[in-house]
């Protein structure tokens, strides 16, 4: 008997991973959470929209940001319930992670994508955080980052010391023709996390939307994608004090 109920509850806990998100209940915490700002029908005009910058994301048309896919792609659902739980620092997207249980995260997160268009799911092109390991973070990898910088022409926005002040960056617009800074990497604040799994999905996949483009293509190589990530997360001047006030962050894959 008892053994039974153990099997029932183990059965009812692996399957949870994978049963679909309930959308009549993503659809009452989007009303209640996420309307005045995405609004009703998910296309970024809620009565909250307009006085902000950068504008809510809309999820008819838009493109997103924060992806395990490809450039261009749809994001995976685990994408969006990272985002919905960790929020977008520095803009009005809210950390919702404390405030939603899990059931309603996943919810809200399918409801957001049932607003998009349908077909088969995307491919992921980057593994989970939980299975990317980082090469290790030495000398030599973020001097090899720090020449990817510049023959990448990171610095082209990004500036040459990563500051946020490239000749490119002035003229930054986003898909709402919103003005979007290039990152200053000494603040060390990311906006999809800061990291080192964050910061190499970020450059991997690129930020739809914005002129951040995507550099899976042009650098295929594990120990050149490290070396990047170690040498752009070695120019912020305080990470660890930054950690402390805003991390850790829940990992949701
Ligand atoms: C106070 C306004 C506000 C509320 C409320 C709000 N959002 Fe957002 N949301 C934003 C803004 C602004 C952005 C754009 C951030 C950016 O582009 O950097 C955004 C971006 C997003 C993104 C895009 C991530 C990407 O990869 O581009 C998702 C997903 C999202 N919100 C989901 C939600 C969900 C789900 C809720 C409700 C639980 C919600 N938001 C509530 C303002 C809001
Ligand atoms: C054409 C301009 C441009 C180039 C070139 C560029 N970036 Fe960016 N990058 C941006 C912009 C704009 C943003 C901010 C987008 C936003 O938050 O809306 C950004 C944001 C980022 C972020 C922060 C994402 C976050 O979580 O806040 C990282 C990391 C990054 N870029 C790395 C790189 C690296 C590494 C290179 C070179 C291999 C590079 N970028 C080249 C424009 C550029």
Not at 93 to 117: E, I, N, Q, R
């Amino acid at each position: 008997m008892r053994a039974g109920l153990a099997v029932a509850l183990l059965l009812a806990v692996s399957a949870w991973g994978d049963e679909p998100p309930d959308l009549v209940r993503g659809g009452v915490v989007y009303r209640d959470a996420c309307e005045s700002c995405h609004g009703r029908e998910g296309d970024g005009r809620g009565p909250g929209a307009a006085a902000l910058s950068p504008k809510p994301r809309n999820f008819v048309t838009g493109a997103f940001k924060f992806r395990s896919t490809e450039s261009g792609e749809r994001p995976l659902l685990s994408d969006v319930m990272r985002t919905v739980s960790t929020g977008v620092r520095g803009t009005w997207m809210t950390a919702f992670g404390p405030l939603l249980s899990p059931t309603d995260l996943k919810a809200v997160a399918g409801y957001v994508l049932a607003f998009g268009p349908k077909g088969e799911p995307p491919e992921r092109v980057v593994p989970p955080a939980g299975e990317l390991r980082p090469l290790p973070d030495t000398p030599a990898a973020r001097e090899r980052g720090r020449a990817l910088y510049q023959s990448l022409k990171c610095g082209q926005c990004h500036g040459p010391e990563g500051r946020g002040d490239g000749p490119a960056a002035a003229t930054a617009v986003d898909d709402h023709g919103e003005s979007t800074a290039p990152l200053d990497f000494t603040v060390g604040l990311y906006k999809g996390g800061s990291t080192p799994q964050d910061v190499y999905r970020t450059f991997v996949t690129g930020l739809d939307g914005t002129p951040m483009p995507s550099y899976g293509d042009s650098l295929p190589s594990e120990e050149d994608r490290w070396a990047l990530v170690h040498y752009v997360r070695s120019l912020s001047r305080s990470p660890g004090f930054f950690r402390w006030l805003f991390g850790p962050r829940t990992p949701w894959e």
